[in-house]
């Protein structure tokens, strides 16, 4: 039966056993990889603009036809500029010149206005730090102020947590036929990870979840961080401290380093036929140490966070 309206296509997406993959790495166990790049903004952000403005709306925070605002590494603010554009809302993204020009384009072509923040003094192109982070912050909130405009903040708004707690989980679960084992997930904004492990839990409790980050910005793991700058764009910011995992079970934590990442999102290309970014690659290369390590011969779940199609101006396809 045909959709009414785009929102109604967000999730339910597809899940693949990368089987060639683990093959070709020579480890022991599965991988099943759940396709968020194919929601209608190609990332898993779309669950949580959807969750979040929702919420809002139920809540009476968001007025009707209110302009909402929010900082953005592209996929959050192509989400919202989806689900604001179906549901009459103007929407406003900020986001720092550190991210892939694809994102801004994408953007402004759903009808969003996109605001680009400078990046900290030193800072590299491909390589959004947490100094970057906090002044994309500091500008949405300036905008949000001026324009009497509702801040979707999926940094802390538990639309984004429960978007994956309902959705995410579940679908998960259901796609492995109740098999998985253990879960991992690059931090962002922490919400997959939260939501996801909450509901995998709830269906085994023995199940484990592990946080990946960036080698050397390994803030949630309590390690001092020693390189913030990184190409994983969309999280791994070194914030330590993420409203969205607290109390949250982590069972363990698991770093991967920028060519680590890219080598894995090349071969999920190559070997499975999924054009992945850099934090798919991030979780394709983690639950590959897992399987090789802690979890050997277990069934690890991870999400495939977006499109390939988002970094081909960067070094991923170079």
Not at 215 to 224: P, V
Request: charged share 20%; proline share 4%.
């Amino acid at each position: 039966m045909a959709a009414n309206s785009i929102i109604e296509v967000i999730g339910r997406t597809p899940a693949v056993w990368l089987d060639r993959l683990t093959a070709s790495r020579g480890v022991e166990g599965r991988i099943l990889a759940k396709l968020d790049h194919l929601n209608p903004g190609f990332s898993k952000k779309d669950r949580v603009a959807l969750g979040i403005i929702e919420a809002a709306r139920a809540e009476g925070t968001l007025r009707p036809g209110q302009t909402v605002v929010e900082l953005t590494s592209g996929n959050t603010g192509t989400g919202l500029a989806i689900v604001c554009g179906a549901m009459g809302h103007p929407f406003i993204a900020v986001m720092s010149r550190g991210n892939s020009e694809e994102r801004a384009r994408m953007m402004r072509a759903l009808g969003a206005e996109v605001v680009l923040v400078d990046q900290a003094p030193g800072g590299v192109p491909g390589q959004v730090s947490g100094a970057d982070l906090a002044l994309v912050e500091a500008e949405a909130q300036r905008i949000a102020r001026e324009r009497d405009a509702f801040r979707a903040d999926q940094f802390n708004h538990p639309g984004n947590l429960l978007a994956h707690y309902t959705g995410t989980g579940p679908e998960l679960w259901e796609d492995s036929g109740g098999s998985l084992t253990a879960f991992a997930d690059f931090a962002g904004s922490g919400g997959s990870f939260a939501g996801t492990i909450r509901a995998l839990k709830e269906r085994n409790p023995s199940l484990r979840g592990h946080v990946v980050e960036p080698q050397g910005a390994e803030a949630l793991a309590g390690k001092a961080i020693t390189d913030p700058g990184h190409p994983i764009q969309g999280g791994g910011y070194a914030m330590a401290d993420l409203a969205l995992m607290r109390d949250v079970p982590v069972d363990g934590f698991v770093s991967v380093s920028g060519d680590a990442a890219r080598d894995a999102a090349r071969d999920l290309a190559r070997l499975e036929g999924i054009l992945a970014g850099f934090s798919s690659g991030a979780n394709v290369a983690a639950a590959l140490d897992l399987l090789a390590g802690p979890e050997r011969g277990g069934r690890v779940g991870i999400i495939i966070c977006d499109s390939g199609l988002k970094y081909l101006s960067t070094d991923l396809w170079a």
